[in-house]
């Protein structure tokens, strides 16, 4: 089993920044995929961004040169580093964990970007 706890969330100001963090616990293992998902109300669930063994990185186009998804693995930590956040950014942000054992979620932490 996997925990995902995700924090970092907040209100914002159009044009500032935000880091979500995801801390993953309990069994898992160093070949894995994580990503970040996103959420906005009345819409179904997207992709953000998708780090897989800590190292490949790709981007929904929305978001590329604005986010930067990372991985501290000896912490076992998943980041998404914000910036230049939008009103269109605004949504629940929710983290990922996959490997050949399973497919786990966090809770969610939401992102509201207005003025």
């Known amino acids: 089993q996997v925990q995902l706890v995700e924090s970092g969330g907040g209100l914002v100001q159009p044009g500032g920044s935000l880091r979500l963090a995801c801390t993953a616990s309990?069994?898992?293992?160093?070949?894995?995929?994580m990503y970040w998902f996103r959420q906005a109300p009345g819409k179904q669930r997207d992709l953000v961004a998708t780090i897989v063994s800590g190292v490949k990185t790709t981007y929904v186009d929305s978001v590329k040169g604005r986010f930067t998804i990372s991985r501290d693995n000896a912490k076992n930590i998943l980041y998404l580093q914000m910036n230049s956040l939008k009103p269109e950014d605004t949504a629940v942000y929710y983290c990922?964990?996959?490997?050949?054992?399973?497919?786990?979620w966090g809770q969610g932490t939401q992102v509201t970007v207005s003025s």
């Open positions: 309990g069994s898992t293992f160093s070949i894995n995929t």
């Open positions: 990922r964990y996959t490997d050949l054992r399973g497919d786990y």
